[in-house]
């Protein structure tokens, strides 16, 4: 039985990682590449034709996002993703999180830190799952500090991969699965499923009133109709559309869910295979932490199972995400449009019987529109699921345009209307009516004076591990 | 009895490590099965032949290779052909690498016998056979034809599917292989999710 | 391998094969595997879940490509394309090559004959091209009689593949590109490409006015937006609808451009490996030509490079082609829509001006629906770009809609313009306008009257071979 455990342990002294430990370096210091490999998620140089590790700003590549979210706060801040280590500089730098002076103060809920930080195990283990949802962000500031980690995938004993995302788990209890039956090679796609995935706060659950409790909505199904009819049945509505009065839905980042209805997911491989490809260092062969864009490492990751040209295969995902952004930012355009004739409706007195098809249609087409543009990898990862989806996207927000016509005629208005003068981003949030200057003023104000003390205790709290 | 004892008899090339390990045999044997998981041993199932460390290497490159939607340990180092060879091959494999094992006798960097090349070569056949002999695959490769009748394949598909580096201490860490400590919804977590009201709200 | 197949024929006698000679039989004495498997496409039991081995009538099963086509011959009949060994009969039996009872009869040109026979390459062999499309389709019923076969693909003395399509020739020169430098894989997808692909008749070649002269509209690119360009720039217009009075092209089986675009076709996949593989027979390995669906012998097809289940690839092609489907069906509605709405304009005295960009855009949006219909393998050849095109096609049609909602108002219509009764066949063709029982009894005489003397006619000149 030595000899068996000798076996199993052979080469790694696993004594000094605490249980849930969130800082990244005390594991490192036992897994050195995997960890050195995981820091280089630091590095934003690489940007490939649409995706980048450095923070693009969409709102300025895309000013029609801003008039689509108008009255929410992705209209004040959003970026592409960048590499894992800096989930908790982005969640501090974002507009959308605002400027808390206290506690008790800012937008956003607690549970916003869910997918940003191992420390959120960790506090959901010493505290709850409800203890650590309620509550604002500014609430656990202090605690939550490490930039996604180890902890989030790992168990500190046997390195096996582990979900420690509640939401993930509760999702699979309702559709009826176990998620501990999941293999080995599923696991290296679940981790990832633990964030990479469509959510929305929950505040409605009985007992729990008032905590934004992280739910996926993945009852009847996760694809785009499914989540859809779920999101009809609970009558949940993310905000309100300030310009045309809709009950809207955020899609954010559905893709793990898009994934599977791809070929590769199909075919049984994982984001760990092309995200977090084996690699050889130095006559070692370990896991490639450097999560990234796999454009960035194509011999490593698809010329594993491809033996074409690394620019032939570029060129493959080139011309997949050509084909989905060109109708995607068409549908930018119509959504603008319809969003800005109802407006224009309401001006001239519409009245709610009037508008009530037309919002709902608004509701569903830019449902659709965000779920294609939410999910930075989607086009490659299943270019014709995204192709139908943009086009009954289309098809939907187009009828409402009839309608809208209709509607506007007889009303009296005469013509087209105009489409807003957004040609930047500062114009867009102009048009839409934010006062950007008070936001960067109070996030400046935050920085200063809040934040470093979040990370002072935090630095205290630290030490006495 | 005649046929057991032949079957449990290795080839020539294994008689001396075969000798020296008779007279511990009947004792260790039963400690083997249980300790090395010799019944799963007989299963096509890479975890069984990971249940070595030393196997840990292949089991890895093999997991992250273009192979492991495709082929296990079994479907390229066991013959495929009649059941008898199949189980024939595993008892022999069985016999010789426990023996190995348990002597700590393995060497760092493990090679595969030659008399093994042609098991391998010919389930590499078994399996794309229709590619290496398609008119149209045909112009992938100058002489493909010509070539993977003269040599091993994995000669020139080097990567196929263990890579190159292959040395025991390639590969570190063995928490991987999936077995008694699996904890994908760790204890901590159940506790907060057995009475959770989200976990039932249909 | 070409040089191999020439050395390996060299030796066979191949001497009673006279050149250009059209008749299967013949060729298929020294050559009974490939014969046998050829005759084979007359099986037409074989149906998967959108495609058929048999004659399925697409009028019947979507009555709206009658609406879409009123006014054209292909609102009379259309239906799914069988085996290679039916091209004549279908030719004969379609109504839209009308009920001719003499050689100057009937509403077809020479040049539909093209694409169904190996008497064409012999005929322009013996009166030279311009003769040859000269005239009537029933000037040459007596002459063409084969199907499709040997001859249209293969020279008789090598058995080497072989261009006999002089449009295909033409319009890779007019390109400045040369097809005789095609390798011998691209010539196992060229052969095919001398009828899978979109098409027009050229009628206005100086000093050939009046020939309708076959030409693929590949000058500029052969992309459905290329092609779209080039008829627009020789201001080509295929027929004017009866209803709507719009200018309409009509795109016929886009098979080769189409899977240029797929990933397969990428990857040098042919044609002939899906649809002719290898096949053993009694120890001997021959080409199957048995050209038919694949998904009925995946075996020989598929699995040559792909070692999923049978029912796994079937499922793919099946997702693929739903995906496609579905936004398809939706387009059809939309165009029919579009149709009967513009021909109420007109009944409420449009004006041609207010008209215009109406009728455009019903030929844009009509002609992406028509290149995504017409390619019968299109949704798996190339779904991405399948899905692309429908998206633009949707987008067009409803921003048309959107014209035809305010001219209708302006016009004084109130209200929704009735979706009309074409839940079968013969109620879109009666809303049409098509005397259907005409077509059918003129057809009836032609089979009794002109085609058994244009049979006779042909097994006398055949006997003096
Ligand atoms: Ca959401
Ligand atoms: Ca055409």
Redo the contacts with the bound molecule.
């Keep these: 039985t030595e000899r068996k455990m000798e076996a199993k342990y052979a080469y790694t002294p696993l004594n000094n990682i605490k249980k849930l430990d969130p800082r990244n370096e005390v594991w490192g210091e036992n897994f050195p590449r995997e960890f050195e490999s995981y820091y280089r998620t630091a590095d934003t140089t690489f940007s490939s034709k649409y995706n980048s590790a450095s923070k693009v700003d969409y709102l300025e590549k895309y000013p029609e996002f801003v008039v689509l979210w108008a009255g929410y706060g992705f209209s004040k801040d959003y970026n592409s993703g960048r590499g894992h280590v800096h989930a908790i500089d982005d969640l501090h730098n974002t507009l959308r999180t605002g400027g808390p002076t206290g506690s008790e103060d800012g937008p956003m809920p607690s549970t916003c830190w869910t997918c940003k930080s191992p420390d959120v195990p960790r506090l959901i283990n010493d505290i709850g799952v409800d203890a650590y949802y309620k509550g604002k962000w500014s609430s656990k500031g202090s605690q939550v500090v490490n930039p996604i980690g180890c902890a989030n995938c790992h168990n500190e004993k046997s390195m096996k991969l582990t979900i420690t995302q509640p939401a993930l788990i509760e999702a699979f209890q309702r559709q009826g699965k176990d998620i501990t039956k999941a293999t080995h090679n599923e696991m290296r796609s679940l981790v990832c499923a633990q964030c990479h995935v469509?959510?929305?706060f929950k505040s409605d659950i009985p007992g729990k009133e008032g905590i934004a409790y992280l739910t996926f909505?993945w009852d009847g199904g996760d694809t785009m109709e499914d989540m859809e009819k779920y999101y009809d049945n609970v009558k949940h509505v993310?905000w309100v559309h300030s310009l045309s009065k809709a009950p809207m839905?955020?899609?954010?980042h559905p893709d793990y869910e898009i994934y599977k209805m791809g070929i590769h997911g199909k075919r049984g491989v994982s984001c760990a295979d092309c995200h977090m490809p084996y690699k050889t260092e130095g006559g070692q062969k370990f896991t490639d932490h450097h999560i990234q864009s796999p454009l960035n490492n194509i011999a490593n990751s698809c010329q594993v199972c491809h033996k074409q040209d690394k620019d032939e295969l570029i060129k493959n995902v080139f011309d997949n995400q050509d084909k989905i952004a060109a109708n995607r930012q068409e549908l930018e355009k119509l959504l603008v449009r319809a969003h800005v004739e109802a407006k224009k409706c309401w001006d001239l007195g519409a009245t709610e019987a009037q508008m009530k098809d037309i919002l709902q249609g608004l509701r569903l087409g830019q449902w659709r529109w965000d779920f294609v543009a939410s999910s930075h990898g989607g086009s490659f990862h299943a270019p014709v699921e995204m192709g139908r989806v943009l086009g009954k996207g289309i098809n939907i927000t187009q009828e409402t345009r009839i309608k809208l016509a209709k509607l506007l005629m007889t009303l009296g208005h005469k013509g087209d209307v105009p489409y807003p003068a957004i040609e930047t981003k500062a114009a867009a949030q102009k048009f839409i009516g934010l006062d950007m200057s008070a936001l960067k003023e109070e996030k400046e104000k935050f920085k200063k004076e809040l934040l470093p003390k979040w990370k002072a205790e935090a630095k205290a709290r630290e030490a006495k591990y | 009895m005649k046929r057991l004892f032949k079957f449990l008899t290795p080839p020539k090339q294994w008689l001396l490590p075969a000798i020296i390990l008779m007279g511990a045999m009947t004792g260790l044997t039963l400690y083997g099965l249980v300790e090395s998981k010799a019944i799963s041993y007989l299963s096509d199932d890479p975890k069984a032949c990971a249940n070595c460390h030393v196997m840990t290497p292949q089991y890895t490159t093999w997991q992250n290779s273009s192979h492991r939607e495709w082929a296990t340990c079994t479907d390229c180092h066991i013959p495929q052909g009649s059941f008898v060879e199949k189980y024939m091959a595993k008892a022999q494999d069985g016999f010789f690498h426990s023996a190995v094992f348990m002597m700590r006798s393995e060497p760092e960097v493990i090679q595969m016998r030659a008399e093994r090349d042609i098991t391998v070569q010919n389930n590499c056949i078994r399996c794309h056979k229709d590619q290496v002999t398609d008119a149209k695959k045909a112009s992938l490769s100058e002489d493909h034809i010509k070539n993977a009748t003269t040599k091993n394949c994995w000669e020139c598909h080097r990567e196929v599917p263990h890579g190159r580096v292959n040395s025991l201490s390639s590969v570190k860490y063995y928490g991987r292989i999936d077995g008694e400590q699996q904890e994908t919804v760790p204890q901590w977590l159940e506790k907060y999710l057995n009475n959770s009201e989200n976990k039932n709200n249909k």
């Design positions: 469509e959510y929305y909505p993310d839905l955020k899609s954010q």
